[in-house]
């Protein structure tokens, strides 16, 4: 079973930035895809970011240019550089990941918090 552990979240004023890190343990058949999704209260899961094998990544219209998605593949963790945050950018985090026999596995979520 393949576990996913986020960190990074927390409260920061508008304009701040905050780095969201996600570690996850061995994936017996490879990773497909890692991403981020975010929930705000009474709202969808939505894709925040997501980066695929080869390095390809895609972000969410609402965060281009502000927030960017990397991985180490050395120490088994996917980050999310969150910059320019704003109040708007306030919900749970997630962090995703999809192996190659089409399994997704989910991270607990971390909350992020945008003050005016």
């Known amino acids: 079973q393949v576990q996913l552990v986020e960190s990074g979240g927390g409260l920061v004023q508008a304009g701040g930035s905050l780095r969201l890190s996600c570690a996850y343990s061995r994936v017996i058949f490879g990773i497909n895809t890692l991403g981020w999704y975010h929930q705000a209260p009474g709202k969808q899961r939505e894709l925040v970011a997501s980066?695929?094998?080869?390095?390809?990544?895609n972000y969410a219209d609402s965060v281009k240019g502000r927030f960017t998605i990397s991985r180490d593949n050395a120490k088994n963790t996917v980050y999310l550089q969150m910059n320019s945050l704003k109040p708007e950018d306030t919900a749970v985090y997630y962090c995703?990941?999809?192996?190659?026999?089409?399994?997704?596995?989910w991270g607990q979520g971390t909350q992020v918090t945008v003050s005016s």
């Open positions: 995703q990941l999809s192996d190659n026999i089409n399994r997704d596995y």
């Open positions: 980066i695929i094998r080869s390095g390809s990544t």
